[in-house]
């Protein structure tokens, strides 16, 4: 199976941008539709951002549309999750997740987390006022 190992999270000031790295590597074939999500303490894990093997599907959670973006380069099996305008509740433990089945990627309100089997360890965001 893959294997996922997400980058670039950190604190930031309120308005400001990062853009989060998910690395795969191994079997990157059985990659069929990746996902980011996000648990902020005390919360469940909320799935934020959807984006097909090919690149073309894509679906985002209401509460980041607009702000966030996500998109991929297969040849260097990674995904990115862009995020602009943060806000103080965007603070959380953000994790990139794999799914096998393209069809995962087609939820309208963004991917749910029961529909992935392929999880990094996350990496942190913080944002500040």
């Known amino acids: 199976q893959v294997k996922l190992a997400e980058s670039g999270g950190g604190s930031v000031q309120a308005g400001g941008s990062l853009r989060l790295s998910c690395s795969m590597s191994?079997?990157?074939?059985?990659?069929?539709?990746t996902g980011w999500f996000r648990q902020a303490p005390g919360k469940g894990r909320e799935g934020i951002a959807a984006?097909?093997?090919?690149?073309?599907?894509?679906r985002y959670h209401d509460s980041v549309k607009g702000r966030f973006t996500i998109g991929r380069d297969n040849g260097e099996s990674m995904v990115y999750l862009q995020m602009s305008d943060l806000k103080l509740e965007d603070t959380a433990l953000y994790y990139c997740?794999?799914?096998?089945?393209?069809?995962?990627?087609?939820?309208?309100?963004?991917?749910?987390?029961?529909?992935?089997?392929?999880w990094g360890q996350g990496t942190q965001v913080t944002v500040s006022s």
């Open positions: 984006i097909s093997n090919d690149g073309v599907v894509k």
């Open positions: 997740a794999s799914s096998t089945i393209w069809t995962k990627c087609l939820t309208p309100t963004g991917p749910r987390p029961g529909d992935f089997s392929v």
């Open positions: 191994e079997d990157t074939d059985s990659d069929k539709c």
